[in-house]
């Protein structure tokens, strides 16, 4: 290790330990300023935080403005308190995030707010805090979306999927939906099938009538665990659906998507998978893929994570994004970024330069709000992770460190002013 981050390191101890002398912080400071050193504050910061977790306490959020002023504050105390400890259960949101203008403070400021538990997004535009206002009157707190869905049956009975227990939901034909562990299986009970062959024991038979369902998940909600009857699990982001036979027949498994849909496919290559969304067909060649079909995007992309799927005479390899325009012209990106494709799944929002109708576009959604825009000049791009599980009120302060300027209205109505 350098001398530089050996001595690093002890600065940094000590100001944990509430040792450091004010000319150990401008000098810890100063280290930290240096990009050679930008590996290993993020290192120390990550410990540091372990350390505190397995005591079961976390930074507050004056604590971790008081952690970052002392320590960056280019070695001049902004406050005269140390960082506050709190014996709580779940980190908690800073309520105030200042506008980083250099990199050690936003590499730092990134990582302590992660830490908290809260947020990491920022803009490729430089902004002097006069420029800042945030504009919100009454704000209501509105809760982040969550699990559910409605299963429409074959005779058009609707049933909602939030709060059912385990057990049997539906019998269709020959097919058992069961709540299982938190997930929707289907099954089929025909005595004319053997337990041995999962394919024909999922596969209606010669004659039988295909019955359809659908799942569709409202803006606000999310479906994690659905299991068709060969074994494919789905996972449905919000504002989504899927149209599926109870039990597959032929000499294809087909099913129709709108929205955000995630695959794992169960592979049979005598009975081929397919997906239509929006009109473009996807053959699965067994394989994990994300499918983000919405109407209100401008194309329809198909990301493979895993195995190979072919659209359009087009085959492609783990990491490639297909992105089929409405005219049907494909082009396929290599080398995806599947960690930001799969950021819903995960929990959590994922932008890279993405302007701000983009992001709205996903907020909407997931909080099932409406937002309308009262100014046409929208320059900004955003990039960083939100987590989805952050309330509305939390989300919205985290844009308040850009020019995002908003107020929230009733009926779930956010207003972007510019």
């Given at each position: 290790m350098a001398?530089?981050q050996s001595?690093?390191?002890?600065?940094?101890q000590?100001y944990f330990e509430?040792?450091?002398s004010?000319d150990?912080?401008?000098e810890?400071a100063?280290?930290?300023?240096?990009p050679?050193?930008?590996?290993?504050?993020l290192?120390l910061?990550a410990?540091s935080?372990?350390d505190?977790?397995g005591d079961?306490?976390?930074?507050?959020?004056a604590?971790?403005?008081?952690?970052?002023?002392?320590?960056?504050?280019?070695?001049v105390?902004a406050q005269?308190s140390?960082?506050?400890?709190?014996?709580?259960?779940?980190p908690q949101?800073p309520s105030?995030f200042?506008?980083?203008?250099?990199?050690r403070?936003?590499?730092a400021a990134?990582?302590?707010?992660?830490?908290?538990?809260?947020i990491?997004?920022?803009t490729?535009?430089?902004?002097?805090?006069?420029q800042?206002?945030?504009?919100v009157?009454?704000t209501?707190?509105i809760?982040?979306?969550?699990?559910?869905?409605?299963?429409?049956?074959?005779?058009g009975?609707q049933?909602v999927?939030d709060?059912?227990?385990n057990?049997l939901v539906?019998q269709?034909?020959?097919t058992?939906?069961?709540?299982?562990n938190?997930?929707?299986?289907?099954?089929?009970t025909?005595s004319?099938?053997?337990?041995?062959?999962?394919?024909?024991?999922?596969?209606?038979?010669?004659?039988?009538p295909i019955?359809?369902n659908?799942i569709?998940?409202?803006r606000?909600?999310q479906?994690?665990?659905l299991?068709l009857?060969d074994?494919?699990?789905?996972?449905?982001?919000?504002g989504s659906?899927?149209?599926?036979?109870?039990?597959?027949?032929g000499?294809e498994?087909k099913v129709?998507?709108?929205?955000?849909?995630?695959f794992d496919?169960?592979?049979?290559?005598r009975?081929?998978?397919?997906?239509?969304?929006?009109?473009v067909e996807?053959?699965d060649v067994?394989?994990?893929f994300n499918?983000?079909a919405?109407?209100d995007?401008?194309k329809?992309?198909?990301?493979?994570?895993q195995g190979?799927v072919?659209?359009r005479g087009?085959l492609?390899k783990?990491?490639e994004q297909a992105e089929?325009?409405a005219?049907?012209?494909i082009r396929?990106?290599?080398h995806?970024d599947?960690?930001q494709v799969?950021a819903?799944?995960?929990?959590?929002?994922?932008?890279r330069d993405a302007?701000i109708?983009?992001v709205?576009?996903?907020?909407?959604?997931?909080y099932?709000?409406?937002?309308?825009?009262?100014?046409?000049?929208?320059?900004e791009?955003?990039?960083?992770?939100i987590?989805r599980?952050?309330t509305?009120?939390d989300l919205?302060?985290?844009?308040?460190?850009?020019?995002?300027?908003y107020?929230?209205?009733e009926g779930?109505?956010?207003?972007?002013?510019?």
């Amino acid at each position: 290790m350098a001398p530089e981050q050996s001595r690093l390191g002890y600065l940094f101890q000590k100001y944990f330990e509430k040792t450091a002398s004010p000319d150990e912080r401008a000098e810890l400071a100063l280290l930290m300023e240096d990009p050679v050193n930008k590996e290993k504050v993020l290192e120390l910061f990550a410990r540091s935080w372990e350390d505190y977790t397995g005591d079961g306490e976390i930074i507050s959020s004056a604590g971790t403005e008081a952690m970052l002023m002392h320590i960056l504050g280019n070695g001049v105390e902004a406050q005269q308190s140390q960082p506050q400890m709190l014996p709580e259960a779940q980190p908690q949101l800073p309520s105030v995030f200042r506008i980083m203008r250099n990199w050690r403070v936003s590499v730092a400021a990134a990582v302590l707010l992660i830490i908290a538990g809260s947020i990491w997004l920022w803009t490729r535009m430089d902004h002097t805090p006069e420029q800042v206002r945030l504009v919100v009157h009454h704000t209501p707190d509105i809760q982040p979306g969550r699990n559910g869905a409605v299963l429409t049956l074959d005779n058009g009975q609707q049933v909602v999927l939030d709060s059912l227990h385990n057990g049997l939901v539906a019998q269709q034909g020959n097919t058992s939906v069961t709540k299982r562990n938190g997930a929707l299986v289907y099954n089929r009970t025909a005595s004319n099938t053997t337990t041995g062959n999962a394919v024909a024991a999922n596969t209606a038979a010669a004659g039988e009538p295909i019955t359809y369902n659908t799942i569709t998940t409202p803006r606000g909600r999310q479906y994690p665990n659905l299991v068709l009857s060969d074994g494919t699990r789905v996972w449905l982001d919000a504002g989504s659906s899927i149209r599926f036979p109870v039990a597959f027949k032929g000499d294809e498994r087909k099913v129709e998507v709108t929205g955000q849909v995630w695959f794992d496919v169960v592979h049979n290559p005598r009975q081929p998978f397919k997906v239509i969304a929006r009109g473009v067909e996807i053959n699965d060649v067994g394989t994990q893929f994300n499918v983000n079909a919405y109407e209100d995007e401008e194309k329809t992309r198909v990301t493979l994570v895993q195995g190979a799927v072919r659209i359009r005479g087009v085959l492609l390899k783990p990491g490639e994004q297909a992105e089929v325009a409405a005219a049907g012209k494909i082009r396929v990106a290599e080398h995806t970024d599947l960690e930001q494709v799969m950021a819903w799944k995960n929990g959590y929002f994922s932008f890279r330069d993405a302007d701000i109708k983009t992001v709205m576009r996903q907020v909407a959604r997931w909080y099932d709000i409406d937002v309308v825009y009262e100014g046409t000049h929208y320059t900004e791009t955003f990039s960083g992770k939100i987590g989805r599980a952050l309330t509305l009120k939390d989300l919205l302060e985290g844009l308040a460190q850009t020019r995002v300027r908003y107020r929230i209205e009733e009926g779930r109505r956010l207003v972007i002013l510019q």
